[in-house]
């Protein structure tokens, strides 16, 4: 019972003691004040019974749990222990495991490689096989190493031993020299047939049917072969024929899978090169036809005027010394000397000789210069055609470049093709004018050396036939007359 229990009861026992004192000897009083005291009485008797109890029962727990406690703390002190062995061994694996981790970096990097390069010699493989015409006779060999590219995919011995016999298998049959009696193929028309075959290795096979002879090529995504859609030329044929028939020892190889037939049917003319520079190829085409008619026109005239001036002029000199004049005019009036510059140069001072040095040297140096005209004849035009040709080059390029910018705007540049036509007028009139202007600058400057060369055999000559009149008036002053 606790303290203020038991207060509250002593209070309640003076209480009843006191009251009968207070309100007189009331006998029903009393008797309930004494059985009020009784009930108390037996209340504090139960109390404290309950706390006697009650004092047992805790000492008997506190016993009960100083035992738990010092059982759960034996039980803390072994489980102390198993952490500290436990920790103990965490270490130990912690050391194996960076061990075990070490070891397998160092495997895994050897694994990645093998399967790097597995995989690598599969996808060439691959590529290989799909370009191959052998794959045309052995269709399932693909598959075999398709799986080896798979993402994540291992391989394992027996893959790569897979992968090596195919590799040996196509080295085999790169290397075989075989007919096929009836391989079948796509013609030109479209049409599968089966026809007798020779197989050169990868690069070639070349096939002879009743109607025609040529090469066949392999195309990858159909996975058959298939006739080229160019026929060879007689040559070729004729060498494929004499090869199937055993005649010739001899045969060409199609190493390029058809590219270079394509080639060869692509391939432009010079008739078709020209019509695709566009309308500026046909003045500069022009010009040079011009020009190749005043270059055959000059040398005609340039060979024929100045003939052999040495000889005739030697002559002229020996005559004009003995005062033989009568017969210096025959000799130059000759029908064969008019049309030489030189010739009617020495005329002209044939027949001033009467004159003095001053006219006489004017008189020859009118006669020069009459001649000019006629050894200068076209030689401008013939500069001015060299001039124009790059230009007009030039100007095709420019319309060639116009045109290709006209077309990006269009339609983009996802097609080259629409684009080759600016591109092809641009560089080829730029090729054809300078292929055009390099040779008549080139005869230009050659007809212009060969003008000035007679112009100055000219010069020489008239100041010869000068100095030898001169020469005669000093010496008998009517010896010209």
């Known amino acids: 019972m606790s303290v203020s229990k038991r207060n509250l009861l002593l209070i309640g026992i003076a209480l009843i003691v006191w009251l009968p004192t207070v309100f007189g000897p009331d006998t029903a009083v009393a008797a309930d004040i004494r059985a009020a005291a009784q009930r108390a009485a037996a209340d504090l008797e139960a109390a ?36 500290a062995a436990l920790g103990g061994r965490i270490d130990e694996s912690e050391a194996e495991r960076l061990v075990l981790e070490e070891a397998w970096s160092r495997r895994e990097l050897d694994f990645r490689e093998i399967s790097g390069n597995v995989r690598t010699a ?59 009696p009836a391989l079948e193929f796509v013609n030109r028309s479209g049409i599968a047939e089966n026809a007798e075959v020779l197989r050169l290795g990868r690069f070639t096979a070349i096939y002879q049917t009743d109607e025609e002879i040529g090469y066949l090529v392999y195309k990858p995504e159909e996975g058959r072969l298939f006739a080229h859609e160019t026929v060879p030329n007689w040559r070729i044929r004729r060498n494929l024929s004499r090869y199937l028939a055993g005649e010739s020892e001899t045969v060409m190889l199609d ?63 020996d005559l004009a010394a003995r005062h033989e004049w009568d017969e210096c005019e025959k000799l130059v009036n000759q029908p064969e000397h008019k049309a030489s510059p030189v010739v009617n140069v020495i005329t002209a001072g044939l027949a001033g000789r009467h004159e003095n040095r001053e006219t006489l ?37 420019v319309t060639g470049m116009i045109d290709t910018f006209r077309v990006i705007t269009l339609h983009g540049t996802g097609d080259p093709r629409l684009m080759s036509g600016g591109i092809s007028e641009a560089l080829i009139t730029t090729e054809l004018g300078l292929i055009v202007a390099i040779p008549i600058m080139l005869l230009h400057t050659y007809l ?3 003008v000035n060369h007679i112009i100055g055999d000219m010069e020489e000559k008239a100041v010869a036939l000068t100095n030898i009149i001169r020469k005669g008036h000093r010496g008998d002053g009517s010896a010209a007359k």
């Open 48 to 83: 404290r019974l309950d706390a006697e109890a009650t004092r047992d029962k805790i000492s008997s727990d506190r016993e009960s749990l100083i035992a738990e406690v010092e059982r759960l703390e034996a039980l803390q002190a072994d489980l102390e222990v198993e952490v």
């Open 122 to 180: 599969a996808r060439d493989l691959e590529n290989l096989l799909r370009h191959s015409m052998t794959s045309a006779i052995v269709p399932g060999r693909v598959k075999c190493v398709e799986r080896l590219l798979g993402e994540g995919y291992f391989p394992d011995i027996d893959d790569i031993s897979a992968l090596a016999n195919v590799y040996f298998d196509e080295i085999v049959r790169s290397g075989e020299v075989v007919i096929e």
């Open 255 to 317: 190493i390029t899978h058809g590219a270079a037939l394509r080639q060869i049917r692509r391939g432009a003319g010079l008739w078709e090169q020209l019509r695709s520079g566009g309308p500026i190829v046909w003045p500069i085409l022009l010009i040079a036809l011009l020009a190749a008619v005043i270059v055959f026109e000059r040398i005609l005239f340039l060979n024929r005027v100045h003939g052999n001036t040495d000889t005739l002029m030697g002559t002229v000199n």
């Open 361 to 397: 040297e004017s008189i020859l140096q009118e006669a020069i210069l009459k001649e000019l005209p006629r050894l200068e004849h076209f030689l401008t035009a013939l500069a001015v055609f060299g001039a124009i040709a790059p230009l007009l080059g030039l100007l095709g390029t």
């Open 448 to 450: 212009s050396r060969r």
